[in-house]
Structure formats: C-alpha cells, structure tokens
C-alpha cells in the first residue's frame, strides 16, 4: 500500500524524494498508532491528532494530517477503501512564523567573506551571491548545472517544487561570482561545460545539507545577528525586492510560489519595518 503510494507521490504528483520520504514516516508512525486502514475512522484520526496536541509543532501536525489525508484519498479514488475518514477533519491552525532576514549590512558583509583565492571560498562566494541574486531554494541551487547558466542573458534555468521550471534572473556580482568560481574549477580540471555547478571534494554534486554546514562559518564570521541559512536568504531576497517597490506578483513568479498567499507573508515583514519607522519619526506616534 505505502509502495504504491510512494509511487504515486513520485509519479503523478511530482514529489520531491525528502517529502516522499517525510510522508512514508509519518504514515507509519500514524498506522502504529491507529491500526489496519480499514478499520481507521474520523474519531480514530480526530483522538490522534489530540494526542499530538502539546508534544508536536503545529506545523508538523498539520504536515502528518497531509499525509495522512493525502493517503487515504488516494485509496478511495482507487476503491481500495468505500469511503475517505479524513473527510470533515479540519487542519489544525498554524501561527505563521515572520520570515527571518538579514539586513543590507548584513548581506554586504556576509558576501565579502569567503576568501577569493581558493576554489573552496569562490565555491562559497558562488553560492552565497547567487543564492541572495535569484532567491533559490537551497535544492534548486544544487540542482543547478552549468547549462543552465546563461551568463550572457544574465539567467538561470531552475527546477522546483512539483518539477516544475522557472527562468529566474541572476544578478551581475552572481555572474562575476560565477565566472570566477568556473574559472578556477576549470583550471582544477573540473568539467564547466556541463553538469553540476557546486561540487563537494569528491567531485560529487553537493547536497542541500552540505550548502547549510559550508554557510555557517561564513555567517559566524560575518558577525551577523540573525541566524542566517540558505533559506534566509531567499526571504532576504524577496524582503529587500519588497522594500525596494517590486510588484507581489513579480516576486511571485521569481520565487516559484504556487500561490499569491505564501508570498503575502513577506508583506507583514516591510509592515513591520514601517511601522517601526512610523514609531521612531512621527511626533504624535
């Protein structure tokens, strides 16, 4: 049952392999606790979600109910269950975290850090820029290869959620990042022609785990006060593109947002940088 979903997670829907393998744990955790598929019933799943309720995140509930729902619509669709049990069961409200981001000053010193004059740090220089230029998420940046660059168009050919591609444009500090960084790869006799950009030692693409753990001596370096990750700095992108005029539904599209309400949250972030400004400047704030 769970193969044959995994296959339709991976098939039909598109599913990245870390939310297959996200999704196949929480089933089994959930049919630990609940039994046989059929024998699950709207009050067996309603007494599971209470007893989650105080020990789990929100947002994590709410991701277990997704898999769980997801599940067993699949099996009704299939007629391998009569009827769905999840059917009237209501997702657990959430509170909506604001999107960490760092400030100008922050990037600026963030992106001077790594050295310039070994592959490793141009690697890191690469990455960091090119990550902050285009707002990638971590996967699509090591998903990235050389061509899908193109350095004269000043654009990236990514792929994201779902699959789905997205030409995104790359900023000229990115590209001038990029250039140097295949430069030096290149004379390390490593292949800029074609295939991954970010390579680990081995020659290996680098993963979306590696990015985190290479980023994080560069931020203590930097002395940045906000704990700044890969994802960070997507959410300084879309921050500062806000702050600066860009159009919503611009950033929409640049970010990869399915929907208009995951990109609104940036809103409440440049909100509160204004009402921050409004209580320092207005006399009668």
Not at 54 to 65: D, M, Y
Not at 227 to 249: E, M, Q, S, V
């Amino acid at each position: 049952m769970l193969a044959a979903y995994a296959a339709h997670l991976r098939t039909e829907r598109h599913a990245s392999p870390h939310t297959i393998r996200g999704y196949l744990s929480d089933l089994r955790q959930f049919f630990a606790f609940a039994g046989a598929p059929g024998a699950v019933r709207a009050d067996t799943i309603r007494h599971w979600l209470r007893t989650l309720d105080g020990t789990t995140e929100r947002t994590s509930i709410a991701r277990k109910l997704a898999a769980v729902r997801g599940l067993f619509r699949f099996l009704a669709d299939r007629r391998r269950l009569a009827a769905d049990p999840t059917l009237g069961i209501a997702t657990p409200k959430t509170r909506r975290k604001l999107p960490a981001h760092l400030t100008l000053d922050d990037i600026d010193r963030l992106l001077a850090t790594p050295r310039g004059d070994t592959l490793a740090g141009l690697r890191g220089r690469a990455f960091l820029e090119v990550l902050y230029s285009s707002g990638l998420r971590v996967s699509e940046l090591v998903g990235l290869d050389w061509e899908h660059v193109d350095q004269d168009a000043g654009l990236l050919r990514v792929l994201g959620k779902g699959r789905k591609e997205r030409v995104v444009p790359v900023g000229r500090p990115a590209l001038r990042a990029l250039a140097a960084y295949r430069a030096r790869s290149a004379e390390a006799g490593l292949a800029v022609a074609h295939g991954p950009v970010f390579l680990n030692a081995r020659g290996g693409r680098l993963t979306a785990r590696s990015v985190a753990r290479l980023m994080e001596p560069y931020v203590l370096a930097s002395g940045s006060a906000t704990k700044a990750t890969p994802h960070a700095l997507r959410h300084t992108f879309a921050t500062h593109l806000l702050g600066a005029g860009a159009d919503l539904r611009a950033i929409q599209e640049l970010l990869g947002h399915a929907s208009l309400s995951t990109t609104q949250r940036y809103t409440h972030v440049d909100l509160r940088r204004l009402m921050d400004a409004y209580d320092r400047a207005h006399p009668r704030a």
